[in-house]
């Protein structure tokens, strides 16, 4: 048995069967769920469409704390989105023999939490249907937008990352629409057909797919990288204490990434129960995520620690009253993200038996998405709240508005993602039976191990 | 013909009365927000006299900041607008224009002296009151930032008038509302392009100095240092 | 080309490479002989692909054309309507920077999916190409393109010499 490939042994059909169940059969509890979280996206919109009608006083904004809740969900939102294309990018490049299971479900993450987070510099905004003159086009006025100021670095940088995204995910499905096409009838054929762009697999498209593919990779990597970094630089570059450090890009990024994959287990865990992938996505999965995991909750600590040491050392007077006020009037946020980020997650994160329960990493990954939004509520709250002036100090607190837009948010990611699962193939197929074509068993003795061949580069090797 | 407007604020003459803020509240169709609002942290007085106790006993001492627009040289406000909507003019003032502001509200969130205020509301002026908005400038709209713009009005209406009359405009004579109701004569307004003028003899005070002058964004307004000692 | 298909499923990847073994010696131009499957295979383990892979010269190409657009968007918006702020130059080095670079990114990124579809020869629908839906029960499909008449016909021996079921001679293109 020593020789042969376990895609020989595999029934393919069955394979295919298994992988995309969710494209088959639509329960009356799909419909159900929609119609939830359409009501609760449309309760959304009307609110919006209130604030919009009424004015920002509505929310609990005020001054000096002009950015509230919607800006958190952006910074939210764009941060999950960093989920997908860094596992994805860098667990392709370098070549990670469990990526295949995770791949588009991640992608589709980042597509998706995209889509919701770049709509809220448009909701937040005070005269939203002039949102047009951030627009670079020739006008009558002679007036284009001001390119220094950081929310015009936002727009470039997020549209490139959307645009990134969504084709990475396109490309990284060709060969999945291929075989849905192949296995399909009636409008699902044309459309498949259609998106498909007419691949089948010849020696050549593989080749040049592989290349593709790769560039892809590569390139989204260093994207990822600066739309966290300029959406962090919308705070640091302001005369606002707290928020002007030099740390805070890679402090972003690393809370960005550290989001993205507890969003990624959140989202692996909830597509194995529902649509039975127990065989693809097994516990080494959650194993192998909840270790970077991990890493990322120690990293979060140390950024974290580094930039409390330096002000808490310095005890500058403005930025010291930002950090007091954490002990204070901030005291349960700051609590709840300590916990949630670090204290809780990272021992437990270092046990091999909740690392392996799928359960237990939910739990987990769960916490970590409540801390890091509590984080950012911090950030852009207690350092608004407690600035410069004394005199103008002010908390803040979300009224119903900005609660109701942010549980639409929520709706309209789960129903993109519902209708994405219905439509396109949520498992990479493709990859995975590659990787099956590249898996042997080898006995070393009397034990079995798994061997996975790649092949080698040219120049690898020793003189051949 | 340049111009560079500046103010100064003897701190020795504030009394902390607030005629400036209902002066310019009244100068500037600033909407009064009501008690409600005021409370969510809502004003929208473009002037506000901060009160600051000396020490927290039962004798403290209020100390008394009027603060407007500080119409700063490097404004932190101009450069995050994404749309251009605050600038700085050939005067020296930082202008702020209501039609192209799309309410990012990032240059409030710059500001550290915390001067610009938001329209949060359309706000209403039931009638008669509407009669005392002033025609010479507008009604701002919901979701549109706002500051002290140094009553450009009344700036602009001096400038017509000298240009008209062939001649320079005198020390004194362009008045903002604040300036010209103080009681104490605590607020001072002028050009620093003269050097003859009231406000370039107090840039040259000992006793002056700027708010927050660490932060590099060199205010155009100064104030002068309140003298402690017998009877003050 | 003018020439029809050659194309016989195979039961696995070593039968499929004796066939590719047997259309070489007959002979064919290794250009003119592929497999279609449901994974990608090693070049040379059947087939191998003689021709360059030239798109990723297309990507870099991109990327610059894409910084030249950044920086030009840049300082266009400088330019064309000058304002001061904060007391900062017109032209600002920093935003430029960014600006270009994330757009520099983007051009990249449409190149890699464009280019890279253009050299794979997706998209264009109304070609005949040959193709055969059982790929995705693990058979590995070989083809090759022959002239019609006696080249046609000794390919097809030599296919189902090495094993090869279904095959068959199409009109179309690889």
Known sequence: MSGEHLLARTDEAQLFRDLSRSNQVTTWR????????????????????????????????????????????????????HSGTLISAILRLTHATWRAPILRAAEAMTAFSLLVGALFPLIHLGRNWRFYYTIPYPNERGLWPNMRSPLMWDAVAINTYLLGSLTFLYVGMIPDLALLRDNSTGWRRRLYSILSLGFRGTHAEWRRYRVASTFFAILIIPVAVSVHSIVSWDFA??????????????????????????????????????????????????????????????????????????????RNPEEWEVFRSYGKSFLPVFLLMITCNFVVPFPLLCLRKVRRSVQAIFGVS?????????????????????????????????????????????????????????????????????????????????ATAEAIARVEEHGEGEGK | MKHRWAMAIDLDRCTGCGACVVACSAENNIPVVGEEEAAKGRLMHWIRVNRYWEEDSPSARAVYLPVPCMHCERAPCEIVCPVYATYHNEDGLNAMVYNRCIGTRYCANNCPYSVRVFNWYDYKWEKPLDEQLSPDLSVRSRGVMEKCSFCVQRIRRVKDKAAEEGRKIRDGEVQPA?????????????????????????????????LFEHLGTEPHVVYLKRRKGAGV | MSGVVVIGLFDGVEKAARAGKALRSLPLPAGNITTISGVPLP?????????????????????????????????????????????????????TLIVTYEIAMLFALMATLIAGALEMGLGRFKARKVHDPRIHEGKIAVCALVEPGEQARRAAGALTEAGGTEVRVEEGEL
Not at chain 1, 55 to 66: D, E, K
Not at chain 1, 383 to 403: G, M, Q
């Open chain 1, 30 to 81: 799909w419909f159900a769920g929609m119609g939830i979280l359409a009501l609760v996206l449309l309760w959304g919109i009307g609110v919006f469409v209130y604030m919009m009608m009424t004015g920002m006083g509505v929310t609990g904004l005020n001054r000096p704390v002009f950015w509230g809740v919607l800006i958190v969900n952006f910074v939210f939102w764009i941060g999950l989105s």
């Open chain 1, 237 to 314: 570059m302001a005369k606002v204490p707290g928020w002007h450090s030099t740390i805070f890009a890679p402090y972003f990024v690393v809370g960005a990434i550290f989001s993205g994959i507890a969003g990624v287990i959140l989202v692996m865990a909830v597509l194995r129960r529902v649509f039975r992938l127990e065989k693809a996505l097994t516990p080494l999965h959650f194993d192998n995520l909840g270790k970077l995991l991990c890493t990322m909750s120690l990293l979060w600590g140390y950024f974290y620690f580094t930039e409390f040491l330096t002000v808490w050392y310095n």
């Open chain 1, 366 to 446: 769960l916490l970590v998405v409540v801390g890091m939004y509590s984080e950012r509520v911090l950030i852009v709250v207690a350092s608004l709240a407690r600035r410069n002036d004394p005199f103008i100090w002010h908390n803040y607190f979300p009224t119903w508005v900005e609660l109701s837009i942010t549980a639409a948010s929520f709706a309209m990611f789960a129903m993109l993602y519902m209708v994405f699962s219905k439509i396109f193939p949520i498992m990479a197929i493709s990859e995975i039976k590659e990787r099956l074509f590249h898996t042997t068993e080898r006995s070393i003795g009397s």
């Open chain 2, 178 to 210: 604040c300036v010209q109701t103080c009681p104490p004569g605590a607020l001072v307004f002028g050009d620093l392009e003269d050097p003859d003028s009231e406000i370039s003899r107090l840039f040259r005070d000992p006793r002056r100095f700027r």
């Open chain 3, 43 to 95: 070049d040379g383990a059947v087939c191998e692909d003689p021709r360059p892979i030239r798109f990723p010269r297309v990507i870099i190409a991109a990327w610059f054309v894409g910084a030249l657009a950044g920086l030009g968007l840049a300082l266009a918006t400088y330019l064309l309507y000058p304002l001061i702020t904060a007391g900062k130059a017109i032209v600002s080095i920093p935003p």
